[in-house]
Nanobody
């Protein structure tokens, strides 16, 4: 069974940093991409970043480029999302998912999802 578990969310002030973790199990880590998505109330699920287990390439949404960094620890089957200079508009539930990276980081390319972790950025 594919399992994805997010952690690391919380309530922080604008300008602060958080590191989210996505612990994966039940599949061959190097054969999949792990994407980070977020969803705020009333908005569609938005692709944030993606890490390809095939070749280590990374992708970022324009809204987070330069502030967020995705990385992996393959030995731990874990993907991280380092979020710096957080803004109130980053407030959302953040999900990780297993699938395939494309430049648009669209949710339709991902079939297995974690439960999400709440990130709230106050102003």
């Amino acid at each position: 069974e594919v399992q994805l578990v997010e952690s690391g969310g919380g309530l922080v002030q604008a300008g602060a940093s958080l590191r989210l973790s996505c612990a994966a199990s039940g599949f061959t880590f190097n054969d999949y991409a792990i994407g980070w998505f977020r969803q705020a109330p009333g908005k569609e699920r938005e692709g944030v970043s993606c890490f390809s287990g095939y070749d280590g390439t990374t992708y970022y949404a324009d809204s987070v480029k330069g502030r967020f960094t995705i990385s992996s620890d393959n030995a731990k089957n874990t993907v991280y999302l380092q979020m710096n200079t957080l803004k109130p508009e980053d407030t959302a539930v953040y999900y990780c998912a297993a699938g395939a990276c494309v430049s648009s980081i669209h949710y339709s390319h991902f079939g297995s999802w974690g439960q999400g972790t709440q990130v709230t950025v106050s102003s």
